[in-house]
């Protein structure tokens, strides 16, 4: 099974740009689609953004994204990244990463304690 650890959160302002990371611990890491997702005081929580295990360049996000975000990985370091830039105050959110099924963008497995982004007007 995987674990997962997030980090790179924290506190900026409007228009700034944060990379989060997650790393994974598990051999079968590189097998796996993979996902961030984002949940804001009293919401639930939210797909933000996918990437593929066989293809790293096919990747999906959701429409708040608005070219906003880029989700990469790098297979060799198990971890996956998600760079976020002209962030909005609606954009804060403790954010997940977590494995999940392509077709239908819904998570599965263990989560981790997530990385708080508080973005500041």
């Known amino acids: 099974q995987v674990q997962l650890v997030e980090s790179g959160g924290g506190l900026v302002q409007a228009g700034d740009s944060v990379r989060l990371s997650c790393a994974a611990s598990?051999?079968?890491?590189?097998?796996?689609?993979m996902g961030w997702f984002r949940q804001a005081p009293g919401k639930e929580r939210e797909f933000v953004a996918a990437?593929?295990?066989?293809?790293?360049?096919?990747?999906a996000y959701a429409d708040f994204v608005e070219g906003r975000f880029t989700i990469s990985r790098d297979n060799a370091k198990n971890t996956v990244y998600l760079q976020l830039n002209s962030l909005k105050p609606e954009d804060t959110a403790v954010y997940y990463c977590?494995?999940?099924?392509?077709?239908?963008?819904?998570?599965?497995?263990?989560w981790g304690q997530g990385t708080q982004v508080t973005v500041s007007s």
């Open positions: 990437i593929r295990w066989t293809d790293s360049s096919s990747t």
């Open positions: 598990g051999r079968t890491f590189n097998s796996y689609n």
């Open positions: 977590a494995a999940l099924h392509w077709s239908t963008r819904e998570p599965f497995g263990a």
